[in-house]
């Protein structure tokens, strides 16, 4: 079990002190943990959450600009980063990069997603059919909670701190008025001054 546990450990790119923390679990614990791994497949493809964020990111649709025919297969924005977030947690590392990596640029994305969001947007009363539209309260902190996700790998950490303006992006986020996003971002930025390298 321990064996097979290490190996899982491998395959997510867990950090170090993480899996020094999960090495520590009980032998049923880890079993469990590397059953559930082996039965879980991400909800959506990497290309489908980009594209989904990029069509949410298009001026005409946040303007809502747009004929209703139009946003068919559109997701709500606040549903793809909630699966999104999850997946990036618990997908292997292989595709955490298929997400980071070109053609995707998944990194790129949230973060010019973040920053389109944090600019306040009039509020226009919703007309049925286009509720895939909306923003809600907790957009901005689901997709800082995916970029977390991504800085939880050393790969997705050198990406997103890779990506221009990342930072400053993240702290554009201290003015949001919910103190557990604040909290999140001040986490987030203290881990970027800290890490080595």
Not at 25 to 49: C, E, G
Not at 152 to 173: C, H, I, M, P, Q
Request: aromatic fraction near 8%; proline fraction near 5%.
């Amino acid at each position: 079990v321990d064996l097979l546990f290490q190996r899982m450990l491998e395959k997510f790119s867990v950090q170090p002190e993480k899996a020094e923390n999960l090495s520590e679990q009980s032998t049923a614990h880890k079993w469990d943990m590397i059953k559930n791994r082996l039965v879980y497949q991400p909800r959506y493809a990497t290309f489908f959450y980009v594209e989904q964020i990029r069509r949410h990111m298009e001026p005409l649709v946040v303007q809502r600009k747009v004929k209703k025919k139009q946003l068919k297969n559109l997701l709500s924005i606040h549903v793809i980063l909630q699966s999104l977030e999850v997946d990036l947690r618990t997908n292997t590392s292989e595709w955490l990069r298929e997400f980071v990596d070109d053609p995707n640029n998944g990194a790129c994305i949230l973060v010019q997603f973040l920053s389109q969001i944090q600019t306040p947007r009039p509020h226009v009363k919703t007309k049925k059919g286009y509720e895939a539209l909306d923003l809600d309260v907790l957009d901005e902190h689901t997709c800082i909670l995916c970029i977390k996700a991504l800085m939880s790998s050393r790969y997705g950490f050198t990406a997103v701190l890779n990506v221009e303006d990342s930072l400053k992006v993240l702290a554009l986020s201290l003015k949001n008025p919910q103190p557990k996003t604040r909290a999140l971002v001040l986490k987030l930025l203290v881990t970027a001054c800290i890490s080595p390298g």
